[in-house]
């Protein structure tokens, strides 16, 4: 994978900061991608106290002509894109019957919407290429309905199976398209889902009323967990995985 080149979206914390840095570690140099210039810079200021070949961009992924912009701007400065990580996500919570328009089209807009903008520019230009490799950054969500996440997970699963159709009209151009669905991931998306210093442990133990029923490994994932396995996925080492979903939840969803 070293003198490649990857794409990171939502790459200013969380899972999508882990991915920069293990691809960084693994010499593959990055263009990391996030709204949040400020925060984005200090990531990547970060990843360059060691020695880590990490570039920041920032763009809305919901935006359409700045994401054509921000990958001519990445590929005349950087060269080919070989890897795409759509790692950019919100997370809007609440039961539908009480959720915002701009909740709904907000968590679109980033989560699926965003998918497609820089998918359709990356992958427009690795086609002539005749390689490249796309990992989506899913939720074991996408597949287990949960209360008061309905738009986050329509979203999700939205962005899965666009990623999947997507690799099959590519698969004759050499280029594969997986997803990653994490659960429960020590990030400040999850922590803002937590009321009180309960919330670690109803993670881990679930919650009957709420029909989750914890993490039968008893830990949360670590947004490394979750960047090795995208590592994984955009390797030599899955050169015959495509269209494949690889859960990294710890058994929270039970397999689904």
Not at 53 to 62: H, K, L
Not at 68 to 79: D, F, I, N
Not at 211 to 220: A, D, Q, S, T, W
Request: glycine share 10%; hydrophobic share 50%; aromatic share 4%.
């Amino acid at each position: 994978m070293e003198k490649k080149l990857a794409l990171v979206t939502g790459a200013a914390g969380g899972i999508g900061a882990a991915v920069a840095r293990v691809l960084g570690e693994r010499g593959i140099a990055v263009a990391a991608v996030d709204r949040d210039a400020a925060q984005l810079e200090e990531v990547v200021a970060k990843l360059g106290v060691d020695d880590l070949p990490v570039v920041g961009f920032a763009a809305d992924v919901s935006d359409s002509a700045a994401v054509e912009a921000l990958v001519g701007e990445v590929e005349r400065c950087l060269g080919p894109i070989d890897y795409l990580v759509n790692a950019a996500g919100v997370l809007r919570l609440g039961e539908v019957s009480g959720f915002s328009d701009d909740d709904w089209n907000s968590t679109f807009a980033v989560n699926t919407t965003g998918v497609f903008h820089l998918s359709r520019a990356v992958v427009g230009r690795m086609v002539p290429r005749r390689c490249g490799a796309v990992v989506t950054v899913a939720s074991n969500a996408a597949a287990t309905p949960r209360s008061g996440m309905a738009a986050y997970a329509a979203s999700k699963a939205a962005a899965e199976m666009f990623t999947k159709s997507l690799g099959l009209e590519v698969a004759r151009h050499g280029i594969r398209c997986n997803i990653v669905a994490p659960g429960s991931t020590d990030t400040p998306m999850l922590s803002s889902m937590w009321h009180d210093e309960s919330g670690p442990r109803a993670t881990l133990t679930g919650n009957l009323d709420a029909f989750r029923v914890g993490i039968p490994l008893g830990k949360l994932a670590q947004p490394t967990d979750v960047a090795n396995a995208v590592a994984f996925l955009l390797s030599d080492q899955a050169s015959h995985i495509t269209l494949h979903t690889l859960t990294v939840d710890g058994g929270a969803a039970l397999g689904a």
